[in-house]
């Protein structure tokens, strides 16, 4: 029976008038109340089942957008998931050629490295050879050289100078007086007073220097210091007169060497000085012939004793090499 049907009852059995004279079939109050109650119930349930319709296809309703997003979700993971591997692929193709090119990169810088060395090699043999060649025709002892090259060092290390221009500058600093080769025997070896006609000849030796050493740049502090290692701080020396910081650094560090190490050595035609004296002729010279801080430097270094530990060492090297024999 539907729920219609069952109103429409309770409405007949309501809407007949009860006749107070016709007697009441015995029950019928009884029957009358409990259709009340079962259409109530019907009533109830019913409402009961709405509500539950309605609540399930809210829940419904909910869980088909929860499944929609789930599934969109779903489909933007997948998508981000296979660009992921695709960044992944290419990041490892790019690595792997980035790889590559690095290994080709080391590889060439191998080779660099072998045909540089070879070239300073070359290098330091030409040195040998013309330093051996200027102590010859010069008769300065390679024992003066060790020593400048050495004292060069040291300054430049003093100064702050990074290790390869330290190395540079004393390996160029042998070369200082190369150009003796051209000047005439009778005025380098000569032990009187030198007419100006014949320093003319002297400073000739600068350019010279300069020129024998060519325009490669394994020799380019080679050829400043050659050509400048007779300029003086104050632009009175020789041959162009440069003044100042316009002489390179390399020369100014080897003038101070040079002459602390010819004041200081026994000469055909002098004495050799003191320590003592040739720091304070040098000295003496500092902001005149020779840059003051460059002297400050030198100055500090014979104080901390490295200017005698390195004419120590010098003469026993010389000692170990040739027993005492004068350095070649
Ligand atoms: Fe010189
Ligand atoms: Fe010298």
């Known amino acids: 029976m539907s729920d ?13 008038p009860r006749d107070p004279d016709v007697p009441q079939a015995p029950g019928a109050d009884v029957f009358r109340q409990l259709l009340h109650q079962a259409v109530r119930v019907a009533d109830m349930a ?25 599934e ?68 300065t002892t390679g024992t003066h050289l060790q020593r ?21 500058y004393g390996y160029s600093s042998v070369m200082h007086d190369v150009g003796k080769i051209h000047t005439p025997d009778h005025i380098l070896q000569s032990e009187h007073h030198l007419s100006d006609a014949e ?28 050509r400048e290692h007779h300029e003086r701080w104050d632009g009175k020396g020789y041959p162009d007169g440069k003044k100042g910081a316009g002489i390179s650094l390399a020369a100014r560090i080897v003038s101070v060497a040079d002459v602390f190490d010819a004041l200081t050595s026994k000469r055909p035609y002098k ?3 003191s320590a003592e004296a040739g720091l304070k002729a040098i000295e003496a010279g500092a902001g005149e012939r020779f840059d003051p801080e460059i ?29 005492g024999a004068p350095a070649k």
């Open 4 to 16: 219609d049907d069952t109103k429409d009852m309770v409405e007949t059995v309501d809407v007949s």
């Open 46 to 70: 019913n409402s009961q089942a709405m509500r539950m319709a309605l609540d399930f296809a809210k829940v419904y309703e909910r869980e088909q957008g929860v499944r929609e997003e789930f």
């Open 72 to 139: 969109n979700q779903l489909k933007q993971m997948t998508l981000m998931e296979k660009q992921a591997t695709r960044y992944a692929e290419d990041l490892a193709g790019m690595l792997r050629s980035e790889r590559e090119r690095r290994q080709e990169l080391e590889r060439a810088l191998a080779q660099e490295r072998i045909a540089s060395e070879e070239l300073r090699r070359t290098g330091l043999q030409g040195i040998s050879h013309l330093v051996l060649a200027a102590t010859i025709k010069d008769r």
């Open 148 to 168: 400048v090259r050495r004292y060069v060092e040291a300054i430049a290390e003093r100064l702050g100078l990074p290790a390869n221009l330290v190395e540079e």
């Open 199 to 226: 320093f003319t000849v002297i400073k000739q030796h600068c350019i010279d220097g300069e020129k024998m050493l060519g325009t490669a740049r394994f020799f380019e502090t080679a050829r400043e210091i050659a």
């Open 271 to 273: 004495e050799a000085w």
């Open 295 to 323: 002297v400050a430097g030198f100055v500090a270094l014979a104080n901390e004793g490295v200017l005698e530990r390195i004419s120590l060492e010098v003469a026993a090297s010389e000692d170990d090499d040739h027993s």
